[in-house]
């Protein structure tokens, strides 16, 4: 009996450890993010004085909006156009069997794992080529590798699980496979869609080695870069306070969106993940 | 009849190609070309600011690649990192998948809150952490000081013997949701009944885990485990982030990136992105062969 109450007080013990790990470092964010001036050197927990001076310097000296602006224009450009070209691919691997199909399933699973730095200077040349390199479209481009391979494959899981009579009525009708895709399948795949692309706007939104390689000017970059570049009046001088506070706007909406969407998200990550 | 059938599978198999023409050429101009481009760079001595002029050296860049060790300490890095995070990761997901898959009242709100450190971006959790790692002003120096854990401030971040420490603490405060995920996921997948014979004949729960949780999840525990592994060998944003190009932590990608972009070094750079592709590639084969992991979408019986 005692030793199942100490078992108890441990487990409950452990689990107070790991919720501190888990969200002492956001709350932290935000209340230095709260600290102006040399208020941020001090160690409180609250405090004494809340001002949102990071805030406006972060908005009014420097091109935050615009990084947002940039993000949100890259993430869903790249979103939107894997959907479309993973939709139909989705069909495909989904829906018909034929040879070679397990081939191009491994070729894309194959290029979800790539290290991003071997496709590096490949991708940079051809940049360069096109006139790309520091404008949006380019990273929109470079960013496919990340979300098309991964849309493709969840997908796909997504169609394989839809009843095969919805198809073989529509096939009886003598319904083409562009029809039967976007008459039947699409309007059903409504909540596969809305968890494939929230979790590839996730991973371009979040992307930083393509971001920081491909652009150059300020106008130009991405939150995550943005973010990583904040500088002060000396390099061993960081504005440790405006850090904080673009931290913190650039993570509150997406805590939001996760809250509201989790089930989705949940969902979309576990038929990410391939089946043993 | 046979006839119609095969026509009609015929024009099935016609169809999928279409339909993954653009998908697929896509993927070949995005990231195969790419690929070979950079395989083809590691060749030459090719350098950024003019990639149209170069000439073919052979496996220089490869033998002095070789001879770097820096290079060295880097692929040690990676797999230190690799094996430390992806470890700890496992372990605490299983706690926090477990401890999840009980009737907890407000399990809802945590899994929501596991969540969160995986969906914001890598950048943001290494500043947030840098800034509390800070060897002056950081808070979690403060907090041990207080409690007397430690007598004088820590570089966490400078300090040759804790940086890599540190950053795989950051590493499984980021990874360790997703992780749990999965881990989850594949428990609320086992069926009911065992339980309630192992609870009825009166077996220690700690021995159910050992012999009959654990080996039922395998499958998907070694996926999971697979996925992370590789993605931590590719590892650049958070230690880009925390600690820059120092050789205390600089991973491959790192090492890679540097002289890409910082020395323009395509010829150089590229054969150390090769050298990680080919080994990622030959990890990958090893785990996916020796745990017999069938990575395909289940049967194809459509």
């Known amino acids: 009996m005692i030793s199942r109450i100490i078992g108890r007080i441990g487990f409950y013990g452990l689990l107070g450890v790991l919720l501190f790990y888990a969200v002492f470092p956001f709350y932290w964010a935000v209340v230095s993010s709260?600290?102006?001036?040399?208020?941020?050197?001090?160690?409180?927990?609250?405090?004494?004085?809340?001002?949102?001076?990071?805030?406006?310097?972060?908005?009014?000296?420097?091109?935050?909006?615009?990084?947002?602006?940039?993000?949100?224009?890259?993430?869903?450009?790249?979103?939107?156009?894997?959907?479309?070209?993973?939709?139909?691919?989705?069909?495909?691997?989904?829906?018909?069997?034929?040879?070679?199909?397990?081939?191009?399933?491994?070729?894309v699973l194959s290029i979800s794992m790539f290290p991003q730095i071997a496709v590096l200077s490949g991708l940079f040349e051809l940049i360069r080529y096109f006139g790309l390199y520091n404008t949006l479209i380019g990273l929109v481009f470079s960013y496919l590798i990340l979300t098309l391979p991964f849309t493709t494959w969840v997908l796909t899981v997504f169609m394989r699980e839809m009843p095969r009579e919805l198809e073989e009525a529509a096939v009886m009708d003598g319904a083409s496979p562009l029809h039967i895709l976007t008459q039947v399948f699409l309007p059903l795949m409504g909540p596969a869609l809305a968890a494939t692309g929230l979790i590839a706007f996730i991973l371009a939104w979040n992307e930083f080695l393509f971001a920081l390689t491909f652009t150059l000017s300020s106008e130009q970059r991405?939150?995550?870069?943005?973010?990583?570049?904040?500088?002060?009046?000396?390099?061993?001088?960081?504005?440790?306070?405006?850090?904080?506070?673009?931290?913190?706007?650039?993570?509150?909406?997406?805590?939001v969106l996760v809250l509201i969407l989790q089930r989705h998200i949940v969902a979309g990550l576990i038929a990410g993940a391939v089946k043993g | 009849m046979a006839q119609q059938r095969s026509t009609a599978a015929h024009q099935r198999t016609q169809t999928a190609w279409l339909f993954l023409t653009p998908m697929l050429a896509a993927l070949l101009f995005i990231a195969?070309?790419?690929?070979?481009?950079?395989?083809?760079?590691?060749?030459?001595?090719?350098?950024?600011?003019?990639?149209?002029?170069?000439?073919?050296?052979?496996?220089?860049?490869?033998?002095?690649?070789f001879e770097d060790p820096l290079w060295w300490r880097a692929v040690g890095n990676t797999l230190l990192f690799t094996f430390i995070s992806v470890s700890l990761e496992t372990a605490l997901g299983?706690?926090?998948?477990?401890?999840?898959?009980?009737?907890?009242?407000?399990?809802?709100?945590?899994?929501?809150?596991?969540?969160?450190?995986?969906?914001?971006?890598?950048?943001?959790?290494?500043?947030?952490?840098?800034?509390m790692l800070h060897d002056l002003y950081g808070v979690v120096n403060f907090l041990l000081l207080s409690v007397g854990l430690i007598d004088r401030p820590w570089a966490w971040l400078a300090d040759p013997s804790l940086s890599m420490a540190a950053i795989i603490m950051v590493d499984v405060w980021k990874a360790t949701p997703f992780m749990a995920l999965l881990i989850l996921a594949a428990l609320q997948a086992l069926p009911l009944e065992i339980y309630e014979a192992a609870r009825v004949d009166g077996i220690h729960p700690v021995?159910?885990?050992?012999?009959?949780?654990?080996?039922?999840?395998?499958?998907?525990?070694?996926?999971?485990?697979?996925?992370?592994?590789l993605d931590a060998l590719r590892v650049f944003d958070i230690i880009?982030?925390?600690?820059?190009?120092?050789?205390?932590?600089?991973?491959?990608?790192?090492?890679?990136?540097?002289?890409?972009?910082?020395?323009?070094?395509?010829?150089?750079?590229?054969?150390?992105?090769?050298?990680?592709?080919?080994?990622?590639?030959i990890m990958a084969m090893i785990v996916i062969t020796l745990g017999r992991v069938n990575i395909s979408l289940g049967g194809g019986e459509r």
């Open chain 2, 32 to 65: 195969a070309w790419p690929l070979l481009r950079t395989i083809a760079f590691s060749f030459t001595d090719a350098n950024l600011s003019d990639l149209s002029t170069w000439k073919f050296v052979g496996i220089t860049n490869y033998s002095y690649l």
């Open chain 2, 94 to 131: 299983m706690v926090i998948a477990l401890t999840l898959d009980t009737h907890l009242p407000g399990r809802g709100l945590l899994r929501a809150a596991v969540l969160i450190p995986w969906a914001i971006p890598t950048v943001v959790s290494a500043k947030m952490w840098g800034w």
């Open chain 2, 207 to 229: 021995k159910v885990f050992l012999y009959v949780t654990l080996p039922l999840i395998r499958p998907a525990l070694l996926v999971a485990v697979i996925f992370r592994g």
């Open chain 1, 222 to 255: 991405t939150v995550p870069v943005a973010i990583a570049l904040i500088t002060g009046a000396s390099a061993y001088e960081l504005p440790w306070g405006r850090v904080m506070a673009a931290s913190v706007t650039v993570t509150v909406p997406l805590i």
């Open chain 1, 34 to 107: 709260l600290k102006s001036g040399s208020a941020i050197f001090r160690v409180e927990l609250l405090p004494s004085s809340p001002s949102l001076e990071n805030y406006r310097a972060l908005f009014a000296e420097q091109s935050f909006a615009r990084n947002i602006l940039n993000s949100l224009i890259v993430a869903s450009s790249a979103t939107l156009i894997s959907l479309l070209l993973a939709m139909t691919a989705a069909y495909a691997l989904g829906r018909i069997r034929f040879r070679g199909r397990s081939a191009v399933l491994f070729a």
């Open chain 2, 240 to 281: 880009y982030v925390l600690t820059g190009n120092n050789e205390n932590t600089a991973t491959m990608s790192v090492y890679a990136r540097q002289q890409l972009v910082d020395f323009q070094d395509i010829g150089f750079g590229s054969a150390a992105a090769t050298s990680l592709f080919v080994i990622v590639a």
